[in-house]
């Protein structure tokens, strides 16, 4: 059943064509391994072919047994297995981050690093329907707009790919039983230390007690929702930011008259949509700053600029507004 069903997932989101070649990120934990498998059951019948890659974080006792069992499956199916241990806690440490954040980083650094060493052309990890319902929830908390509502998308930048993304946590237990696969169960994920941990083990637990059994499937309904309507407005962002937009001097400039006549939803969307092409990221730009820099365009008054964050300037000048990207903090 539950390979009819990831099938299925594969098929409606296009996540796999004859002859890619997929990177599958492998803990040893029991998403990732049920994974595994079927994605290892389906080669043949799809095309396509897997290798695996395996990070150590080496904060758990249990690390490396862990990276043994996931060497030894993949010796038993015959799929190369690439291995890399990280001292995570020592690396956040280093850079003052936390070690979630650091944790993730160094993973998809090395999923990218064995694409490249093996020419594969996808990266799949074993994000499962619970993991998308707890994002969107810690998204909500955080004051997100409806691009958060999204959660974990099936396909990202088309390369990263989530197969399990419509499957819960409880099938995929099931699946990993009655094929005695024996995955690895890490215990830090039953401690309410981190924040995801906290909605998994005490937010959903009790509104699928006091209000909703089903509050997995409708928050990924929602997901569902919020993908296609963001997607719908981003297409309309695009839109108009190709025909407002110009470079001069290698500086994206917009045309503030016809800016200003834009909705505020469209005015939102196309500023974090120029920035992230002028410094490739958004990160750290807030409401708050989007809001600032609409205020300065409604004002027109010349020779001002916001710097949301150190990266870029925007400058509204001579009826255009200017994204500049600050080279000094690069």
């Given amino acids: 059943m539950l390979k009819e069903e990831i099938l ?16 599958i990120g ?18 043949e019948k799809l095309k396509f072919e897997i290798v695996v890659a395996h990070i150590n974080h080496q904060i758990r006792e249990v690390a490396d047994s862990e990276t043994e069992y996931v060497k030894d499956f993949c010796e038993k199916i015959g799929i190369e ?11 956040a440490k280093k850079q003052k981050k936390g070690t979630e954040e650091v944790g993730r980083q160094v993973r998809y ?38 691009s958060g509502l999204k959660g974990i998308e099936a396909m990202r930048d088309n390369k990263y790919i989530r197969p399990l993304i419509l499957t819960n946590r409880e099938k995929i237990e099931k699946y990993c039983e009655e094929n005695n696969l024996n995955p690895r169960i890490d215990e830090s994920n039953l401690e309410s230390i981190y924040s995801r941990n906290k909605v998994r083990n005490i937010v959903i637990p009790y509104i699928k007690k006091e209000f909703n059994q089903n509050i997995i499937q409708t928050i990924n309904r929602l997901s569902d929702v919020a993908t296609d309507e963001n997607e719908y407005l981003q297409k309309l962002t695009k ?53 600032d820099i609409i205020k300065l365009c409604q004002n027109n008054i010349g020779n001002k ?16 507004i200017y994204f500049i990207k600050n080279l000094e903090n690069n």
């Fill in 81 to 91: 297995c690439f291995v890399k241990k990280e001292n995570i806690l020592e690396l």
């Fill in 305 to 320: 600029y916001l710097s949301p964050i150190k990266l870029i300037k925007i400058y509204v000048k001579k009826g255009k």
């Fill in 239 to 291: 839109e108009q930011y190709n025909e407002i937009s110009s470079i001069e001097d290698g500086i994206i400039v917009l045309n503030l008259k016809k800016f200003n006549q834009l909705e505020l939803v469209i005015k939102r969307r196309l500023i974090l949509y120029t920035i992230n092409e002028a410094i490739h990221t958004t990160n750290c730009i807030e409401k708050v700053n989007i809001d």
């Fill in 109 to 146: 650094d090395f999923f990218e690093e064995v694409a490249q060493k093996t020419e594969a052309n996808k990266i799949a990890t074993a994000h499962n329907a619970n993991d998308r319902a707890e994002t969107v929830i810690l998204n909500i908390l955080r004051g997100s707009g409806i």
């Fill in 26 to 43: 492998v803990s040893g934990g029991p998403d990732s391994i049920c994974l595994l498998h079927l994605l290892y059951s389906l080669q």
């Fill in 8 to 23: 299925k997932t594969i098929k409606t989101y296009n996540l796999i064509e004859k002859n890619d070649k997929i990177v």
